[in-house]
């Protein structure tokens, strides 16, 4: 057998790489991976308490509150009867949920039944956010009035324009000042964005096109909960920052709270939330802080689900005709910056921007992990309602739906992986062991029996070289 060692490469086995998408995460699914521990410290507050039951299917609530005042386990038979056969599925899920979020826990009854029972913490303090009861709130202490007093208005403007900050800059728009070197590193280890091989300058990716396509909302919910991956590498405390996210979830806009009490790390955090637009603090050393509407609710789930960058902007504004212009009737600059995304901008007027899809701008785009399905949905999500009203249900022209499409399949018909040629084996046998060691180890590029043919990954071509050396030794 000889090995070729010039690198020959081969595409012939390859495929291709399905690209991840965006994971957008309800309360649910992130408190599932808390520990039991951070769940039971979480649960020592009651507005937690309340968010989770709020944010809990309609079978799990009432399972809740059937049981909330109930000293004792219920037998598991006897919950499973209080709903239908024909919604077993149901009963099943949420049972699971229960479960995994820790509100009950299983508990042996006499006779050998098994039975639910809440946890205490839970029901304690659940019953103290549904009944009234407890301890007021730190933050809600008397204030003297603010001479500098913000309405809702300003707390309206000053959250748009810190939380546009960060979308100007994934989308790298010329509006991009302001932000912090923070909300860089979190944009970065959420893989919203990347550093590009060539000037190391951060670049928007794939995840990041999806992100801006969600509500904002949604955008928010998504930020914070990769903010929370890194709170302990900055050494705050996961729990407390968690509380208080929760606490500013149901605070009232456009009233002033107190920072007195709060912890070194609580104060640090709050800076973070500044930043971001949740929060607005004249000073850093006021004493006191306005909640902003991305901060209300944020935890509820029932304002998710649109797909628009701007909800101020519902309406569509982009027509594309079949000589692949398009058209986007808007004034923001965000909008504008995302068309720029995968079209060339020609002409900008005060409501209008023109812009034309081409070859190139389709491949800029893909080298940026954008993919064309993404492309098309956001020209079809934003269509102009005279697009709309045809009656095709599909608003955009079909051949310039195809070339995008044709396009990304251009550029992705073909993969290349290095690797070291082996060829001229003595023997079948001899082909047969080498290649079913390389399969079998994940370094076969590709094989060819006929001709006793095999392409290695060459980073593997050490190792694979070392076994044929054994195995030869051995004969």
């Not at 955009?396 to 396009?407: A, C, G, Y």
């Not at 399949?409 to 690797?419: D, F, H, Q, S, V």
């Not at 082909?431 to 079998?440: I, M, R």
């Given at each position: 057998m000889a090995d070729n060692g010039t690198g020959?490469?081969?595409?012939?086995?390859?495929?291709?790489?399905?690209?991840?998408?965006?994971?957008c995460k309800n309360l649910y699914d992130y408190l599932k991976t808390r520990t039991h521990n951070v769940l039971e410290k979480l649960y020592n507050h009651p507005t937690i308490c309340l968010a989770v039951y709020r944010e809990l299917p309609e079978l799990a609530r009432q399972y809740v509150i059937r049981i909330l005042f109930v000293e004792q386990p219920v037998p598991q038979a006897m919950v499973a009867s209080w709903g239908s056969q024909a919604f077993s599925k149901e009963h099943v899920y949420v049972s699971k949920v229960l479960s995994e979020l820790c509100v009950w826990q299983e508990a042996n009854i006499p006779g050998g039944l098994l039975g639910w029972i809440l946890l205490p913490t839970f029901k304690r303090n659940l019953k103290v956010a549904l009944l009234g009861g407890g301890k007021p709130w730190s933050m809600s202490?008397?204030?003297?009035?603010?001479?500098?007093?913000?309405?809702?208005?300003?707390?309206d403007a000053y959250s748009l324009e810190?939380?546009?900050?960060?979308?100007?800059?994934?989308?790298?728009?010329?509006?991009?000042?302001?932000?912090?070197?923070?909300?860089?590193?979190?944009?970065?280890?959420?893989?919203?964005?990347?550093?590009?091989?060539?000037?190391?300058?951060?670049?928007?990716?794939?995840?990041?096109?999806?992100?801006?396509?969600?509500?904002?909302?949604?955008?928010?919910?998504?930020?914070?909960?990769?903010?929370?991956?890194?709170?302990?590498?900055?050494?705050?405390?996961?729990?407390?920052?968690?509380?208080?996210?929760f606490q500013l979830s149901f605070s009232t806009l456009?009233?002033?709270?107190?920072?007195?009490g709060m912890s070194s790390g609580l104060l640090i955090f709050l800076q973070h939330l500044r930043e971001f637009g949740l929060v607005y603090q004249r000073k850093r050393k006021a004493g006191r802080f306005y909640p902003t509407r991305l901060a209300l609710n944020i935890t509820s789930s029932q304002n998710k689900g649109g797909i628009t960058a701007d909800e101020d902007t519902h309406k569509g504004y982009v027509v594309v005709e079949t000589n692949y212009r398009v058209y986007a009737y808007t004034d923001s600059n965000l909008q504008v910056a995302l068309i720029g995304l995968f079209t060339e901008l020609m002409y900008r007027f005060p409501n209008l921007?023109?812009?034309v899809i081409t070859r190139d701008s389709i491949r800029q785009a893909l080298r940026g992990g954008i993919t064309a399905d993404q492309i098309i949905g956001y020209l079809r999500q934003h269509a102009h309602s005279q697009m709309i009203q045809q009656e095709t249900k599909n608003p955009?022209?079909?051949?310039?739906?195809?070339?995008?499409?044709?396009?990304?399949?251009?550029?992705?018909?073909?993969?290349?992986?290095?690797?070291?040629?082996?060829s001229q084996f003595l023997s079948q046998a001899d082909?047969?062991?080498?290649?079913?060691?390389?399969?079998?180890s994940g370094h076969l590029i590709w094989c060819n029996k006929e001709k006793r043919t095999l392409v290695i990954n060459k980073s593997a071509h050490d190792d694979v070289k070392k076994f044929w050396k054994r195995y030869s030794k051995g004969n």
């Open positions: 020959a490469s081969s595409s012939l086995n390859s495929t291709l790489i399905k690209p991840t998408n965006l994971e202490s008397a204030l003297e009035a603010d001479s500098k007093a913000r309405d809702v208005s300003f707390l810190r939380w546009e900050c960060v979308l100007h800059y994934m989308v790298g728009s010329q509006q991009q000042e302001g932000i912090s070197a923070d909300a860089v590193r979190i944009l970065l280890h959420a893989g919203l964005m990347r550093r590009d091989e060539e000037d190391g300058s951060p670049v928007i990716t794939r995840q990041g096109f999806q992100f801006l396509l969600l509500d904002r909302h949604a955008q928010v919910w998504h930020f914070i909960l990769q903010y929370l991956d890194t709170v302990e590498q900055r050494g705050l405390d996961l729990v407390e920052c968690l509380t208080f996210l456009g009233k002033d709270y107190s920072t007195e921007v023109v812009g955009l022209p079909p051949t310039v739906v195809d070339q995008i499409k044709l396009w990304e399949l251009e550029r992705n018909r073909l993969t290349y992986n290095e690797g070291v040629l082996y082909f047969n062991v080498l290649k079913e060691y390389a399969q079998s």
